[in-house]
């Protein structure tokens, strides 16, 4: 199982490499939307530094969400999935993999970039380390409740922005986790909270959604 | 065996239609003479607030509202899993005919609560954690209505649907919660909205018979609903 | 603004989405039972 998992992993890591512009884009996109924040709301410091946190997290959801589209449409596109689905192998163990290779490559780089957005906010020096470890707990989950969605939307006209419909409203307690960690902290109150509880959601999103993601492919493509 | 026999005879769309025309009527009946009851009971019987004045009967509305539109989200859920279990279209037909009353009693809950806020906080929107909430739900609805108008084919439109539904369902206390959580966060101790004054049992007793009403209400429109279906599909 | 004027919209916005509803159904129903009418058993 381990092996199917790491072989898919691979492929799809490789397969993204080879289309390095598509996951370069939604990276970037991440960077524009952040930038847009101050020109809409005016640049004073004391806001900027306030609204940090809630704009970065905005900003990666909907970046996690528009990289969603990528992450079976090639593979439904060239009659891979239908080989999945066919396969020895569990579709569970199939989709997590998939899910874990698209985390690699479209959140964890947020995670990355992220400080440097936090820099043009002017974000306190001490809340880096919670922002990126709100990051890094959080952009798992949406990649894993996101191929839900992706799952349940493959091949629909119109699935990018059905997919946003579907896929934000669940969104909603990661984004509040991960920003009210950063703004805890801020406030001086300690993050442990809403870090740990994010880390349940990880928990909880890992376990589960293999399960609801495989029932949602199958139903896609019957 | 007998008794499996027994439980899905009425799961034939056939069986079913004058079975639910029946229901329909006879709720629609007790759902008009409750909400007659109930606007009695809220708008005549129970006396003005000492803080709020005469606004305050808005509650009347604005809670069974919001106790339906999450009830009904919960049904709907239900059936889609049964759905999904059973594989009977009809329950599938069941959920996907509770969706617009449920989105309906969820505006109804947002609308009321939104006049209720502007004479009583000043403002049309409050961020509260039940108002905010709720408008989470209405995107619930909708996504579920859209995602079954996005998919030609019949059946993959069904499931597909119905495994939204029940995933959502899922979210919806984690959902409630964190937007809870985040609620007191960001409004400190302000009193919230939805703390209603101390509830006299007058109040209590308009607002169980308005909910009631709301029910039977909703059975009603359901059945109707599913009816129509049936004349469709079949 | 009175609270009269909250009252009444409330009340009357969902008295008139109810009854929008309720309309809506019925003439559904009038649409589909013409329509299973008309075809052949």
Known sequence: MLAVARAVVRRDLLLALRRRSDVATALLFFVIVASLFPLGVGAEPNLLRSIAPGVIWVAALLSSMLSLGRLFAADHADGTLEQMLLGAAPLGVVVSAKSLAHWLVSGLPLVAIAPFIALQYDLAPGLYGVLALSLLLGTPVLSLIGAIGAALTLGLRGGGVLLALLVLPLYVPVLILGAGAVEMAGAGLGPEGQLLLLGALLVLAAAFSPWAIAAALRISME | MDSSIRWFWFASPQTFFPL????????????????????????????????????????????????????????????????????????????????????????????????W???????????????????????????????????????????????????????????????????????GASVSITRAPSMAAIMLTGMLLMALAFWLYSIAAVLVRVRCMIRERV | MSHGFFIWASYGVTF???????????RRSRNSTRQADKMPE
Not at chain 2, 83 to 101: C, D, E, V
Not at chain 2, 134 to 141: A, D, P, S, T, V
Request: hydrophobic residues 60%.
């Open chain 2, 117 to 187: 806020g502007r004479p009583t906080w000043g403002t049309y929107w409050v961020w509260d954690a039940r108002l905010t909430s709720e408008l989470i739900l209405l995107f619930l609805y909708l996504g579920f209505m859209a995602l079954h108008a996005a998919i030609d084919e019949p059946r993959r439109a069904d499931r597909a649907s119905a495994l939204l539904a029940i995933v959502g369902a899922v979210n919806v206390p984690i959902i409630y919660y964190s937007v809870q959580w985040w609620n007191t966060l960001h409004q």
């Open chain 2, 20 to 115: 639910a025309g029946t229901i329909a009527r006879w709720c629609a009946a007790g759902a008009a003479l409750l909400a007659v009851a109930g606007l009695y009971v809220g708008l005549v019987v129970a006396p003005t607030d000492a803080q709020q004045g005469e606004v305050y009967r808005i509650i009347f509305i604005h809670v069974p509202a919001a106790w339906m539109s999450m009830f009904i989200y919960l049904v709907m859920a239900g059936w889609a899993a049964v759905g999904l279990a059973f594989n009977t279209r009809l329950s599938f037909m069941l959920a996907q005919a509770l969706a617009p009353t449920g989105a309906l009693f969820t505006f109804i809950a947002l609308w009321t609560g939104s006049l």
């Open chain 3, 16 to 26: 008139a989405a109810l009854a929008l509803e309720v309309a809506l159904l019925l």
